[in-house]
């Protein structure tokens, strides 16, 4: 029960209490022979005499009355509070039901991908692993154009600033862009179906208030997810291929904001300085100066 439930049974129970205690003096007082009360009683008798029960109605009826009324605020009040939890329940089963549905088909999801990519690519991928590793060997091929110099030396700077952060990102983005054209395999629907799954849970558990519903889903697809996969999303998201129809990279900011991407593996990543892009994200492997520093950003 509710405290705000509890104060009102208290209140009418009060009320029933002082109801009874008054009309039980007024009874008294017009009933009773006792010395004691001689004066009161013969100032008090002829008006009990002619409207005893109107005294009595007026005191104890209106205490009465109170209370029922309470009583029936609180059982309202309580009646709807059960509706209200069902709904919830039965809200969350619908969405269980959906989300898990989903999970599932995101096995199915997976499996194709990797037999598109065998199909597609010729250099004996056979896997979203292969295909991750395939952009690790073509990112280690751009040192020679300076593209991953200039990267590294933007994300390295002592004054880094959002304009640095800015070009990196989109460097980094045009590099994952021309693997995807080198490769001759797209698999841009796994990242869809990825956007949607977590679209369909952001949407479901909105607000600050739902933020723990929200993690706790959120860890669920994180966790079918090899640490290629991770990356794979990780580098996607700044790639002209993570833009909405708005050309904003959307997806890249949902992934920051909800810490999607905390946990993948440092070594996961092409370079390890490259966590700065995702400004937000307290990654599990970043020591506490670096946490410090993304705080104060």
């Known amino acids: 029960m509710r405290p ?41 008798m002829r008006q009990m005499m002619s409207s005893l029960g109107d005294i009595l109605a007026g005191t104890v009826g209106v205490c009465l009355s109170f209370s029922a009324t309470i009583f029936m605020v609180v059982t309202f009040n309580e ?11 039965s809200t969350r089963e619908r969405f269980e039901s959906t989300f898990f549905n989903m999970l599932s088909m995101f096995f199915n999801v997976r499996e194709t991908v990797n037999r598109q990519i065998a199909h597609d690519t010729a250099d004996q991928m056979t896997s979203i692993q292969d295909y991750y590793d395939g952009f690790r060997r073509y990112y280690a091929d751009c040192q020679g154009d300076g593209t991953v110099s200039r990267i590294e030396r933007l994300l390295t700077a002592d004054d880094l600033c959002e304009a640095d952060l800015e070009q990196a990102e989109e460097c980094l983005g045009e590099v994952f862009a021309n693997y995807v054209s080198h490769s001759g395999c797209s698999i841009g629907y796994y990242y869809r179906y990825v956007h949607n799954l977590i679209n369909f849970v952001l949407r479901q558990w909105c607000g600050d208030e739902n933020r723990d519903n929200r993690k706790q889903y959120l860890n669920m697809i994180q966790a079918q997810m090899s640490d290629e996969e991770l990356g794979l999303v990780f580098y996607d998201a700044m790639s002209c291929h993570g833009l909405n129809k708005m050309s904003v990279k959307a997806f890249k900011r949902k992934l920051d904001d909800e810490s999607f991407l905390e946990n993948i593996g440092e070594m996961s990543l092409l370079s390890r300085n490259h966590h700065q892009l995702y400004r937000s994200t307290m990654f599990k ?9 993304k705080r104060k950003r």
């Open 4 to 44: 705000g439930n509890k104060w009102l049974i208290r209140a009418a129970w009060c009320a029933i209490v002082i109801a009874v205690v008054a009309g039980g003096a007024l009874i008294w007082i017009g009933l009773a022979d006792h010395p004691s009360w001689s004066d009161v009683r013969s100032n008090i």
């Open 79 to 89: 009646q709807r509070r059960q509706h209200e939890e069902q709904l919830r329940q």
């Open 285 to 293: 492997f970043l020591n506490m100066e670096e946490k410090k520093l």
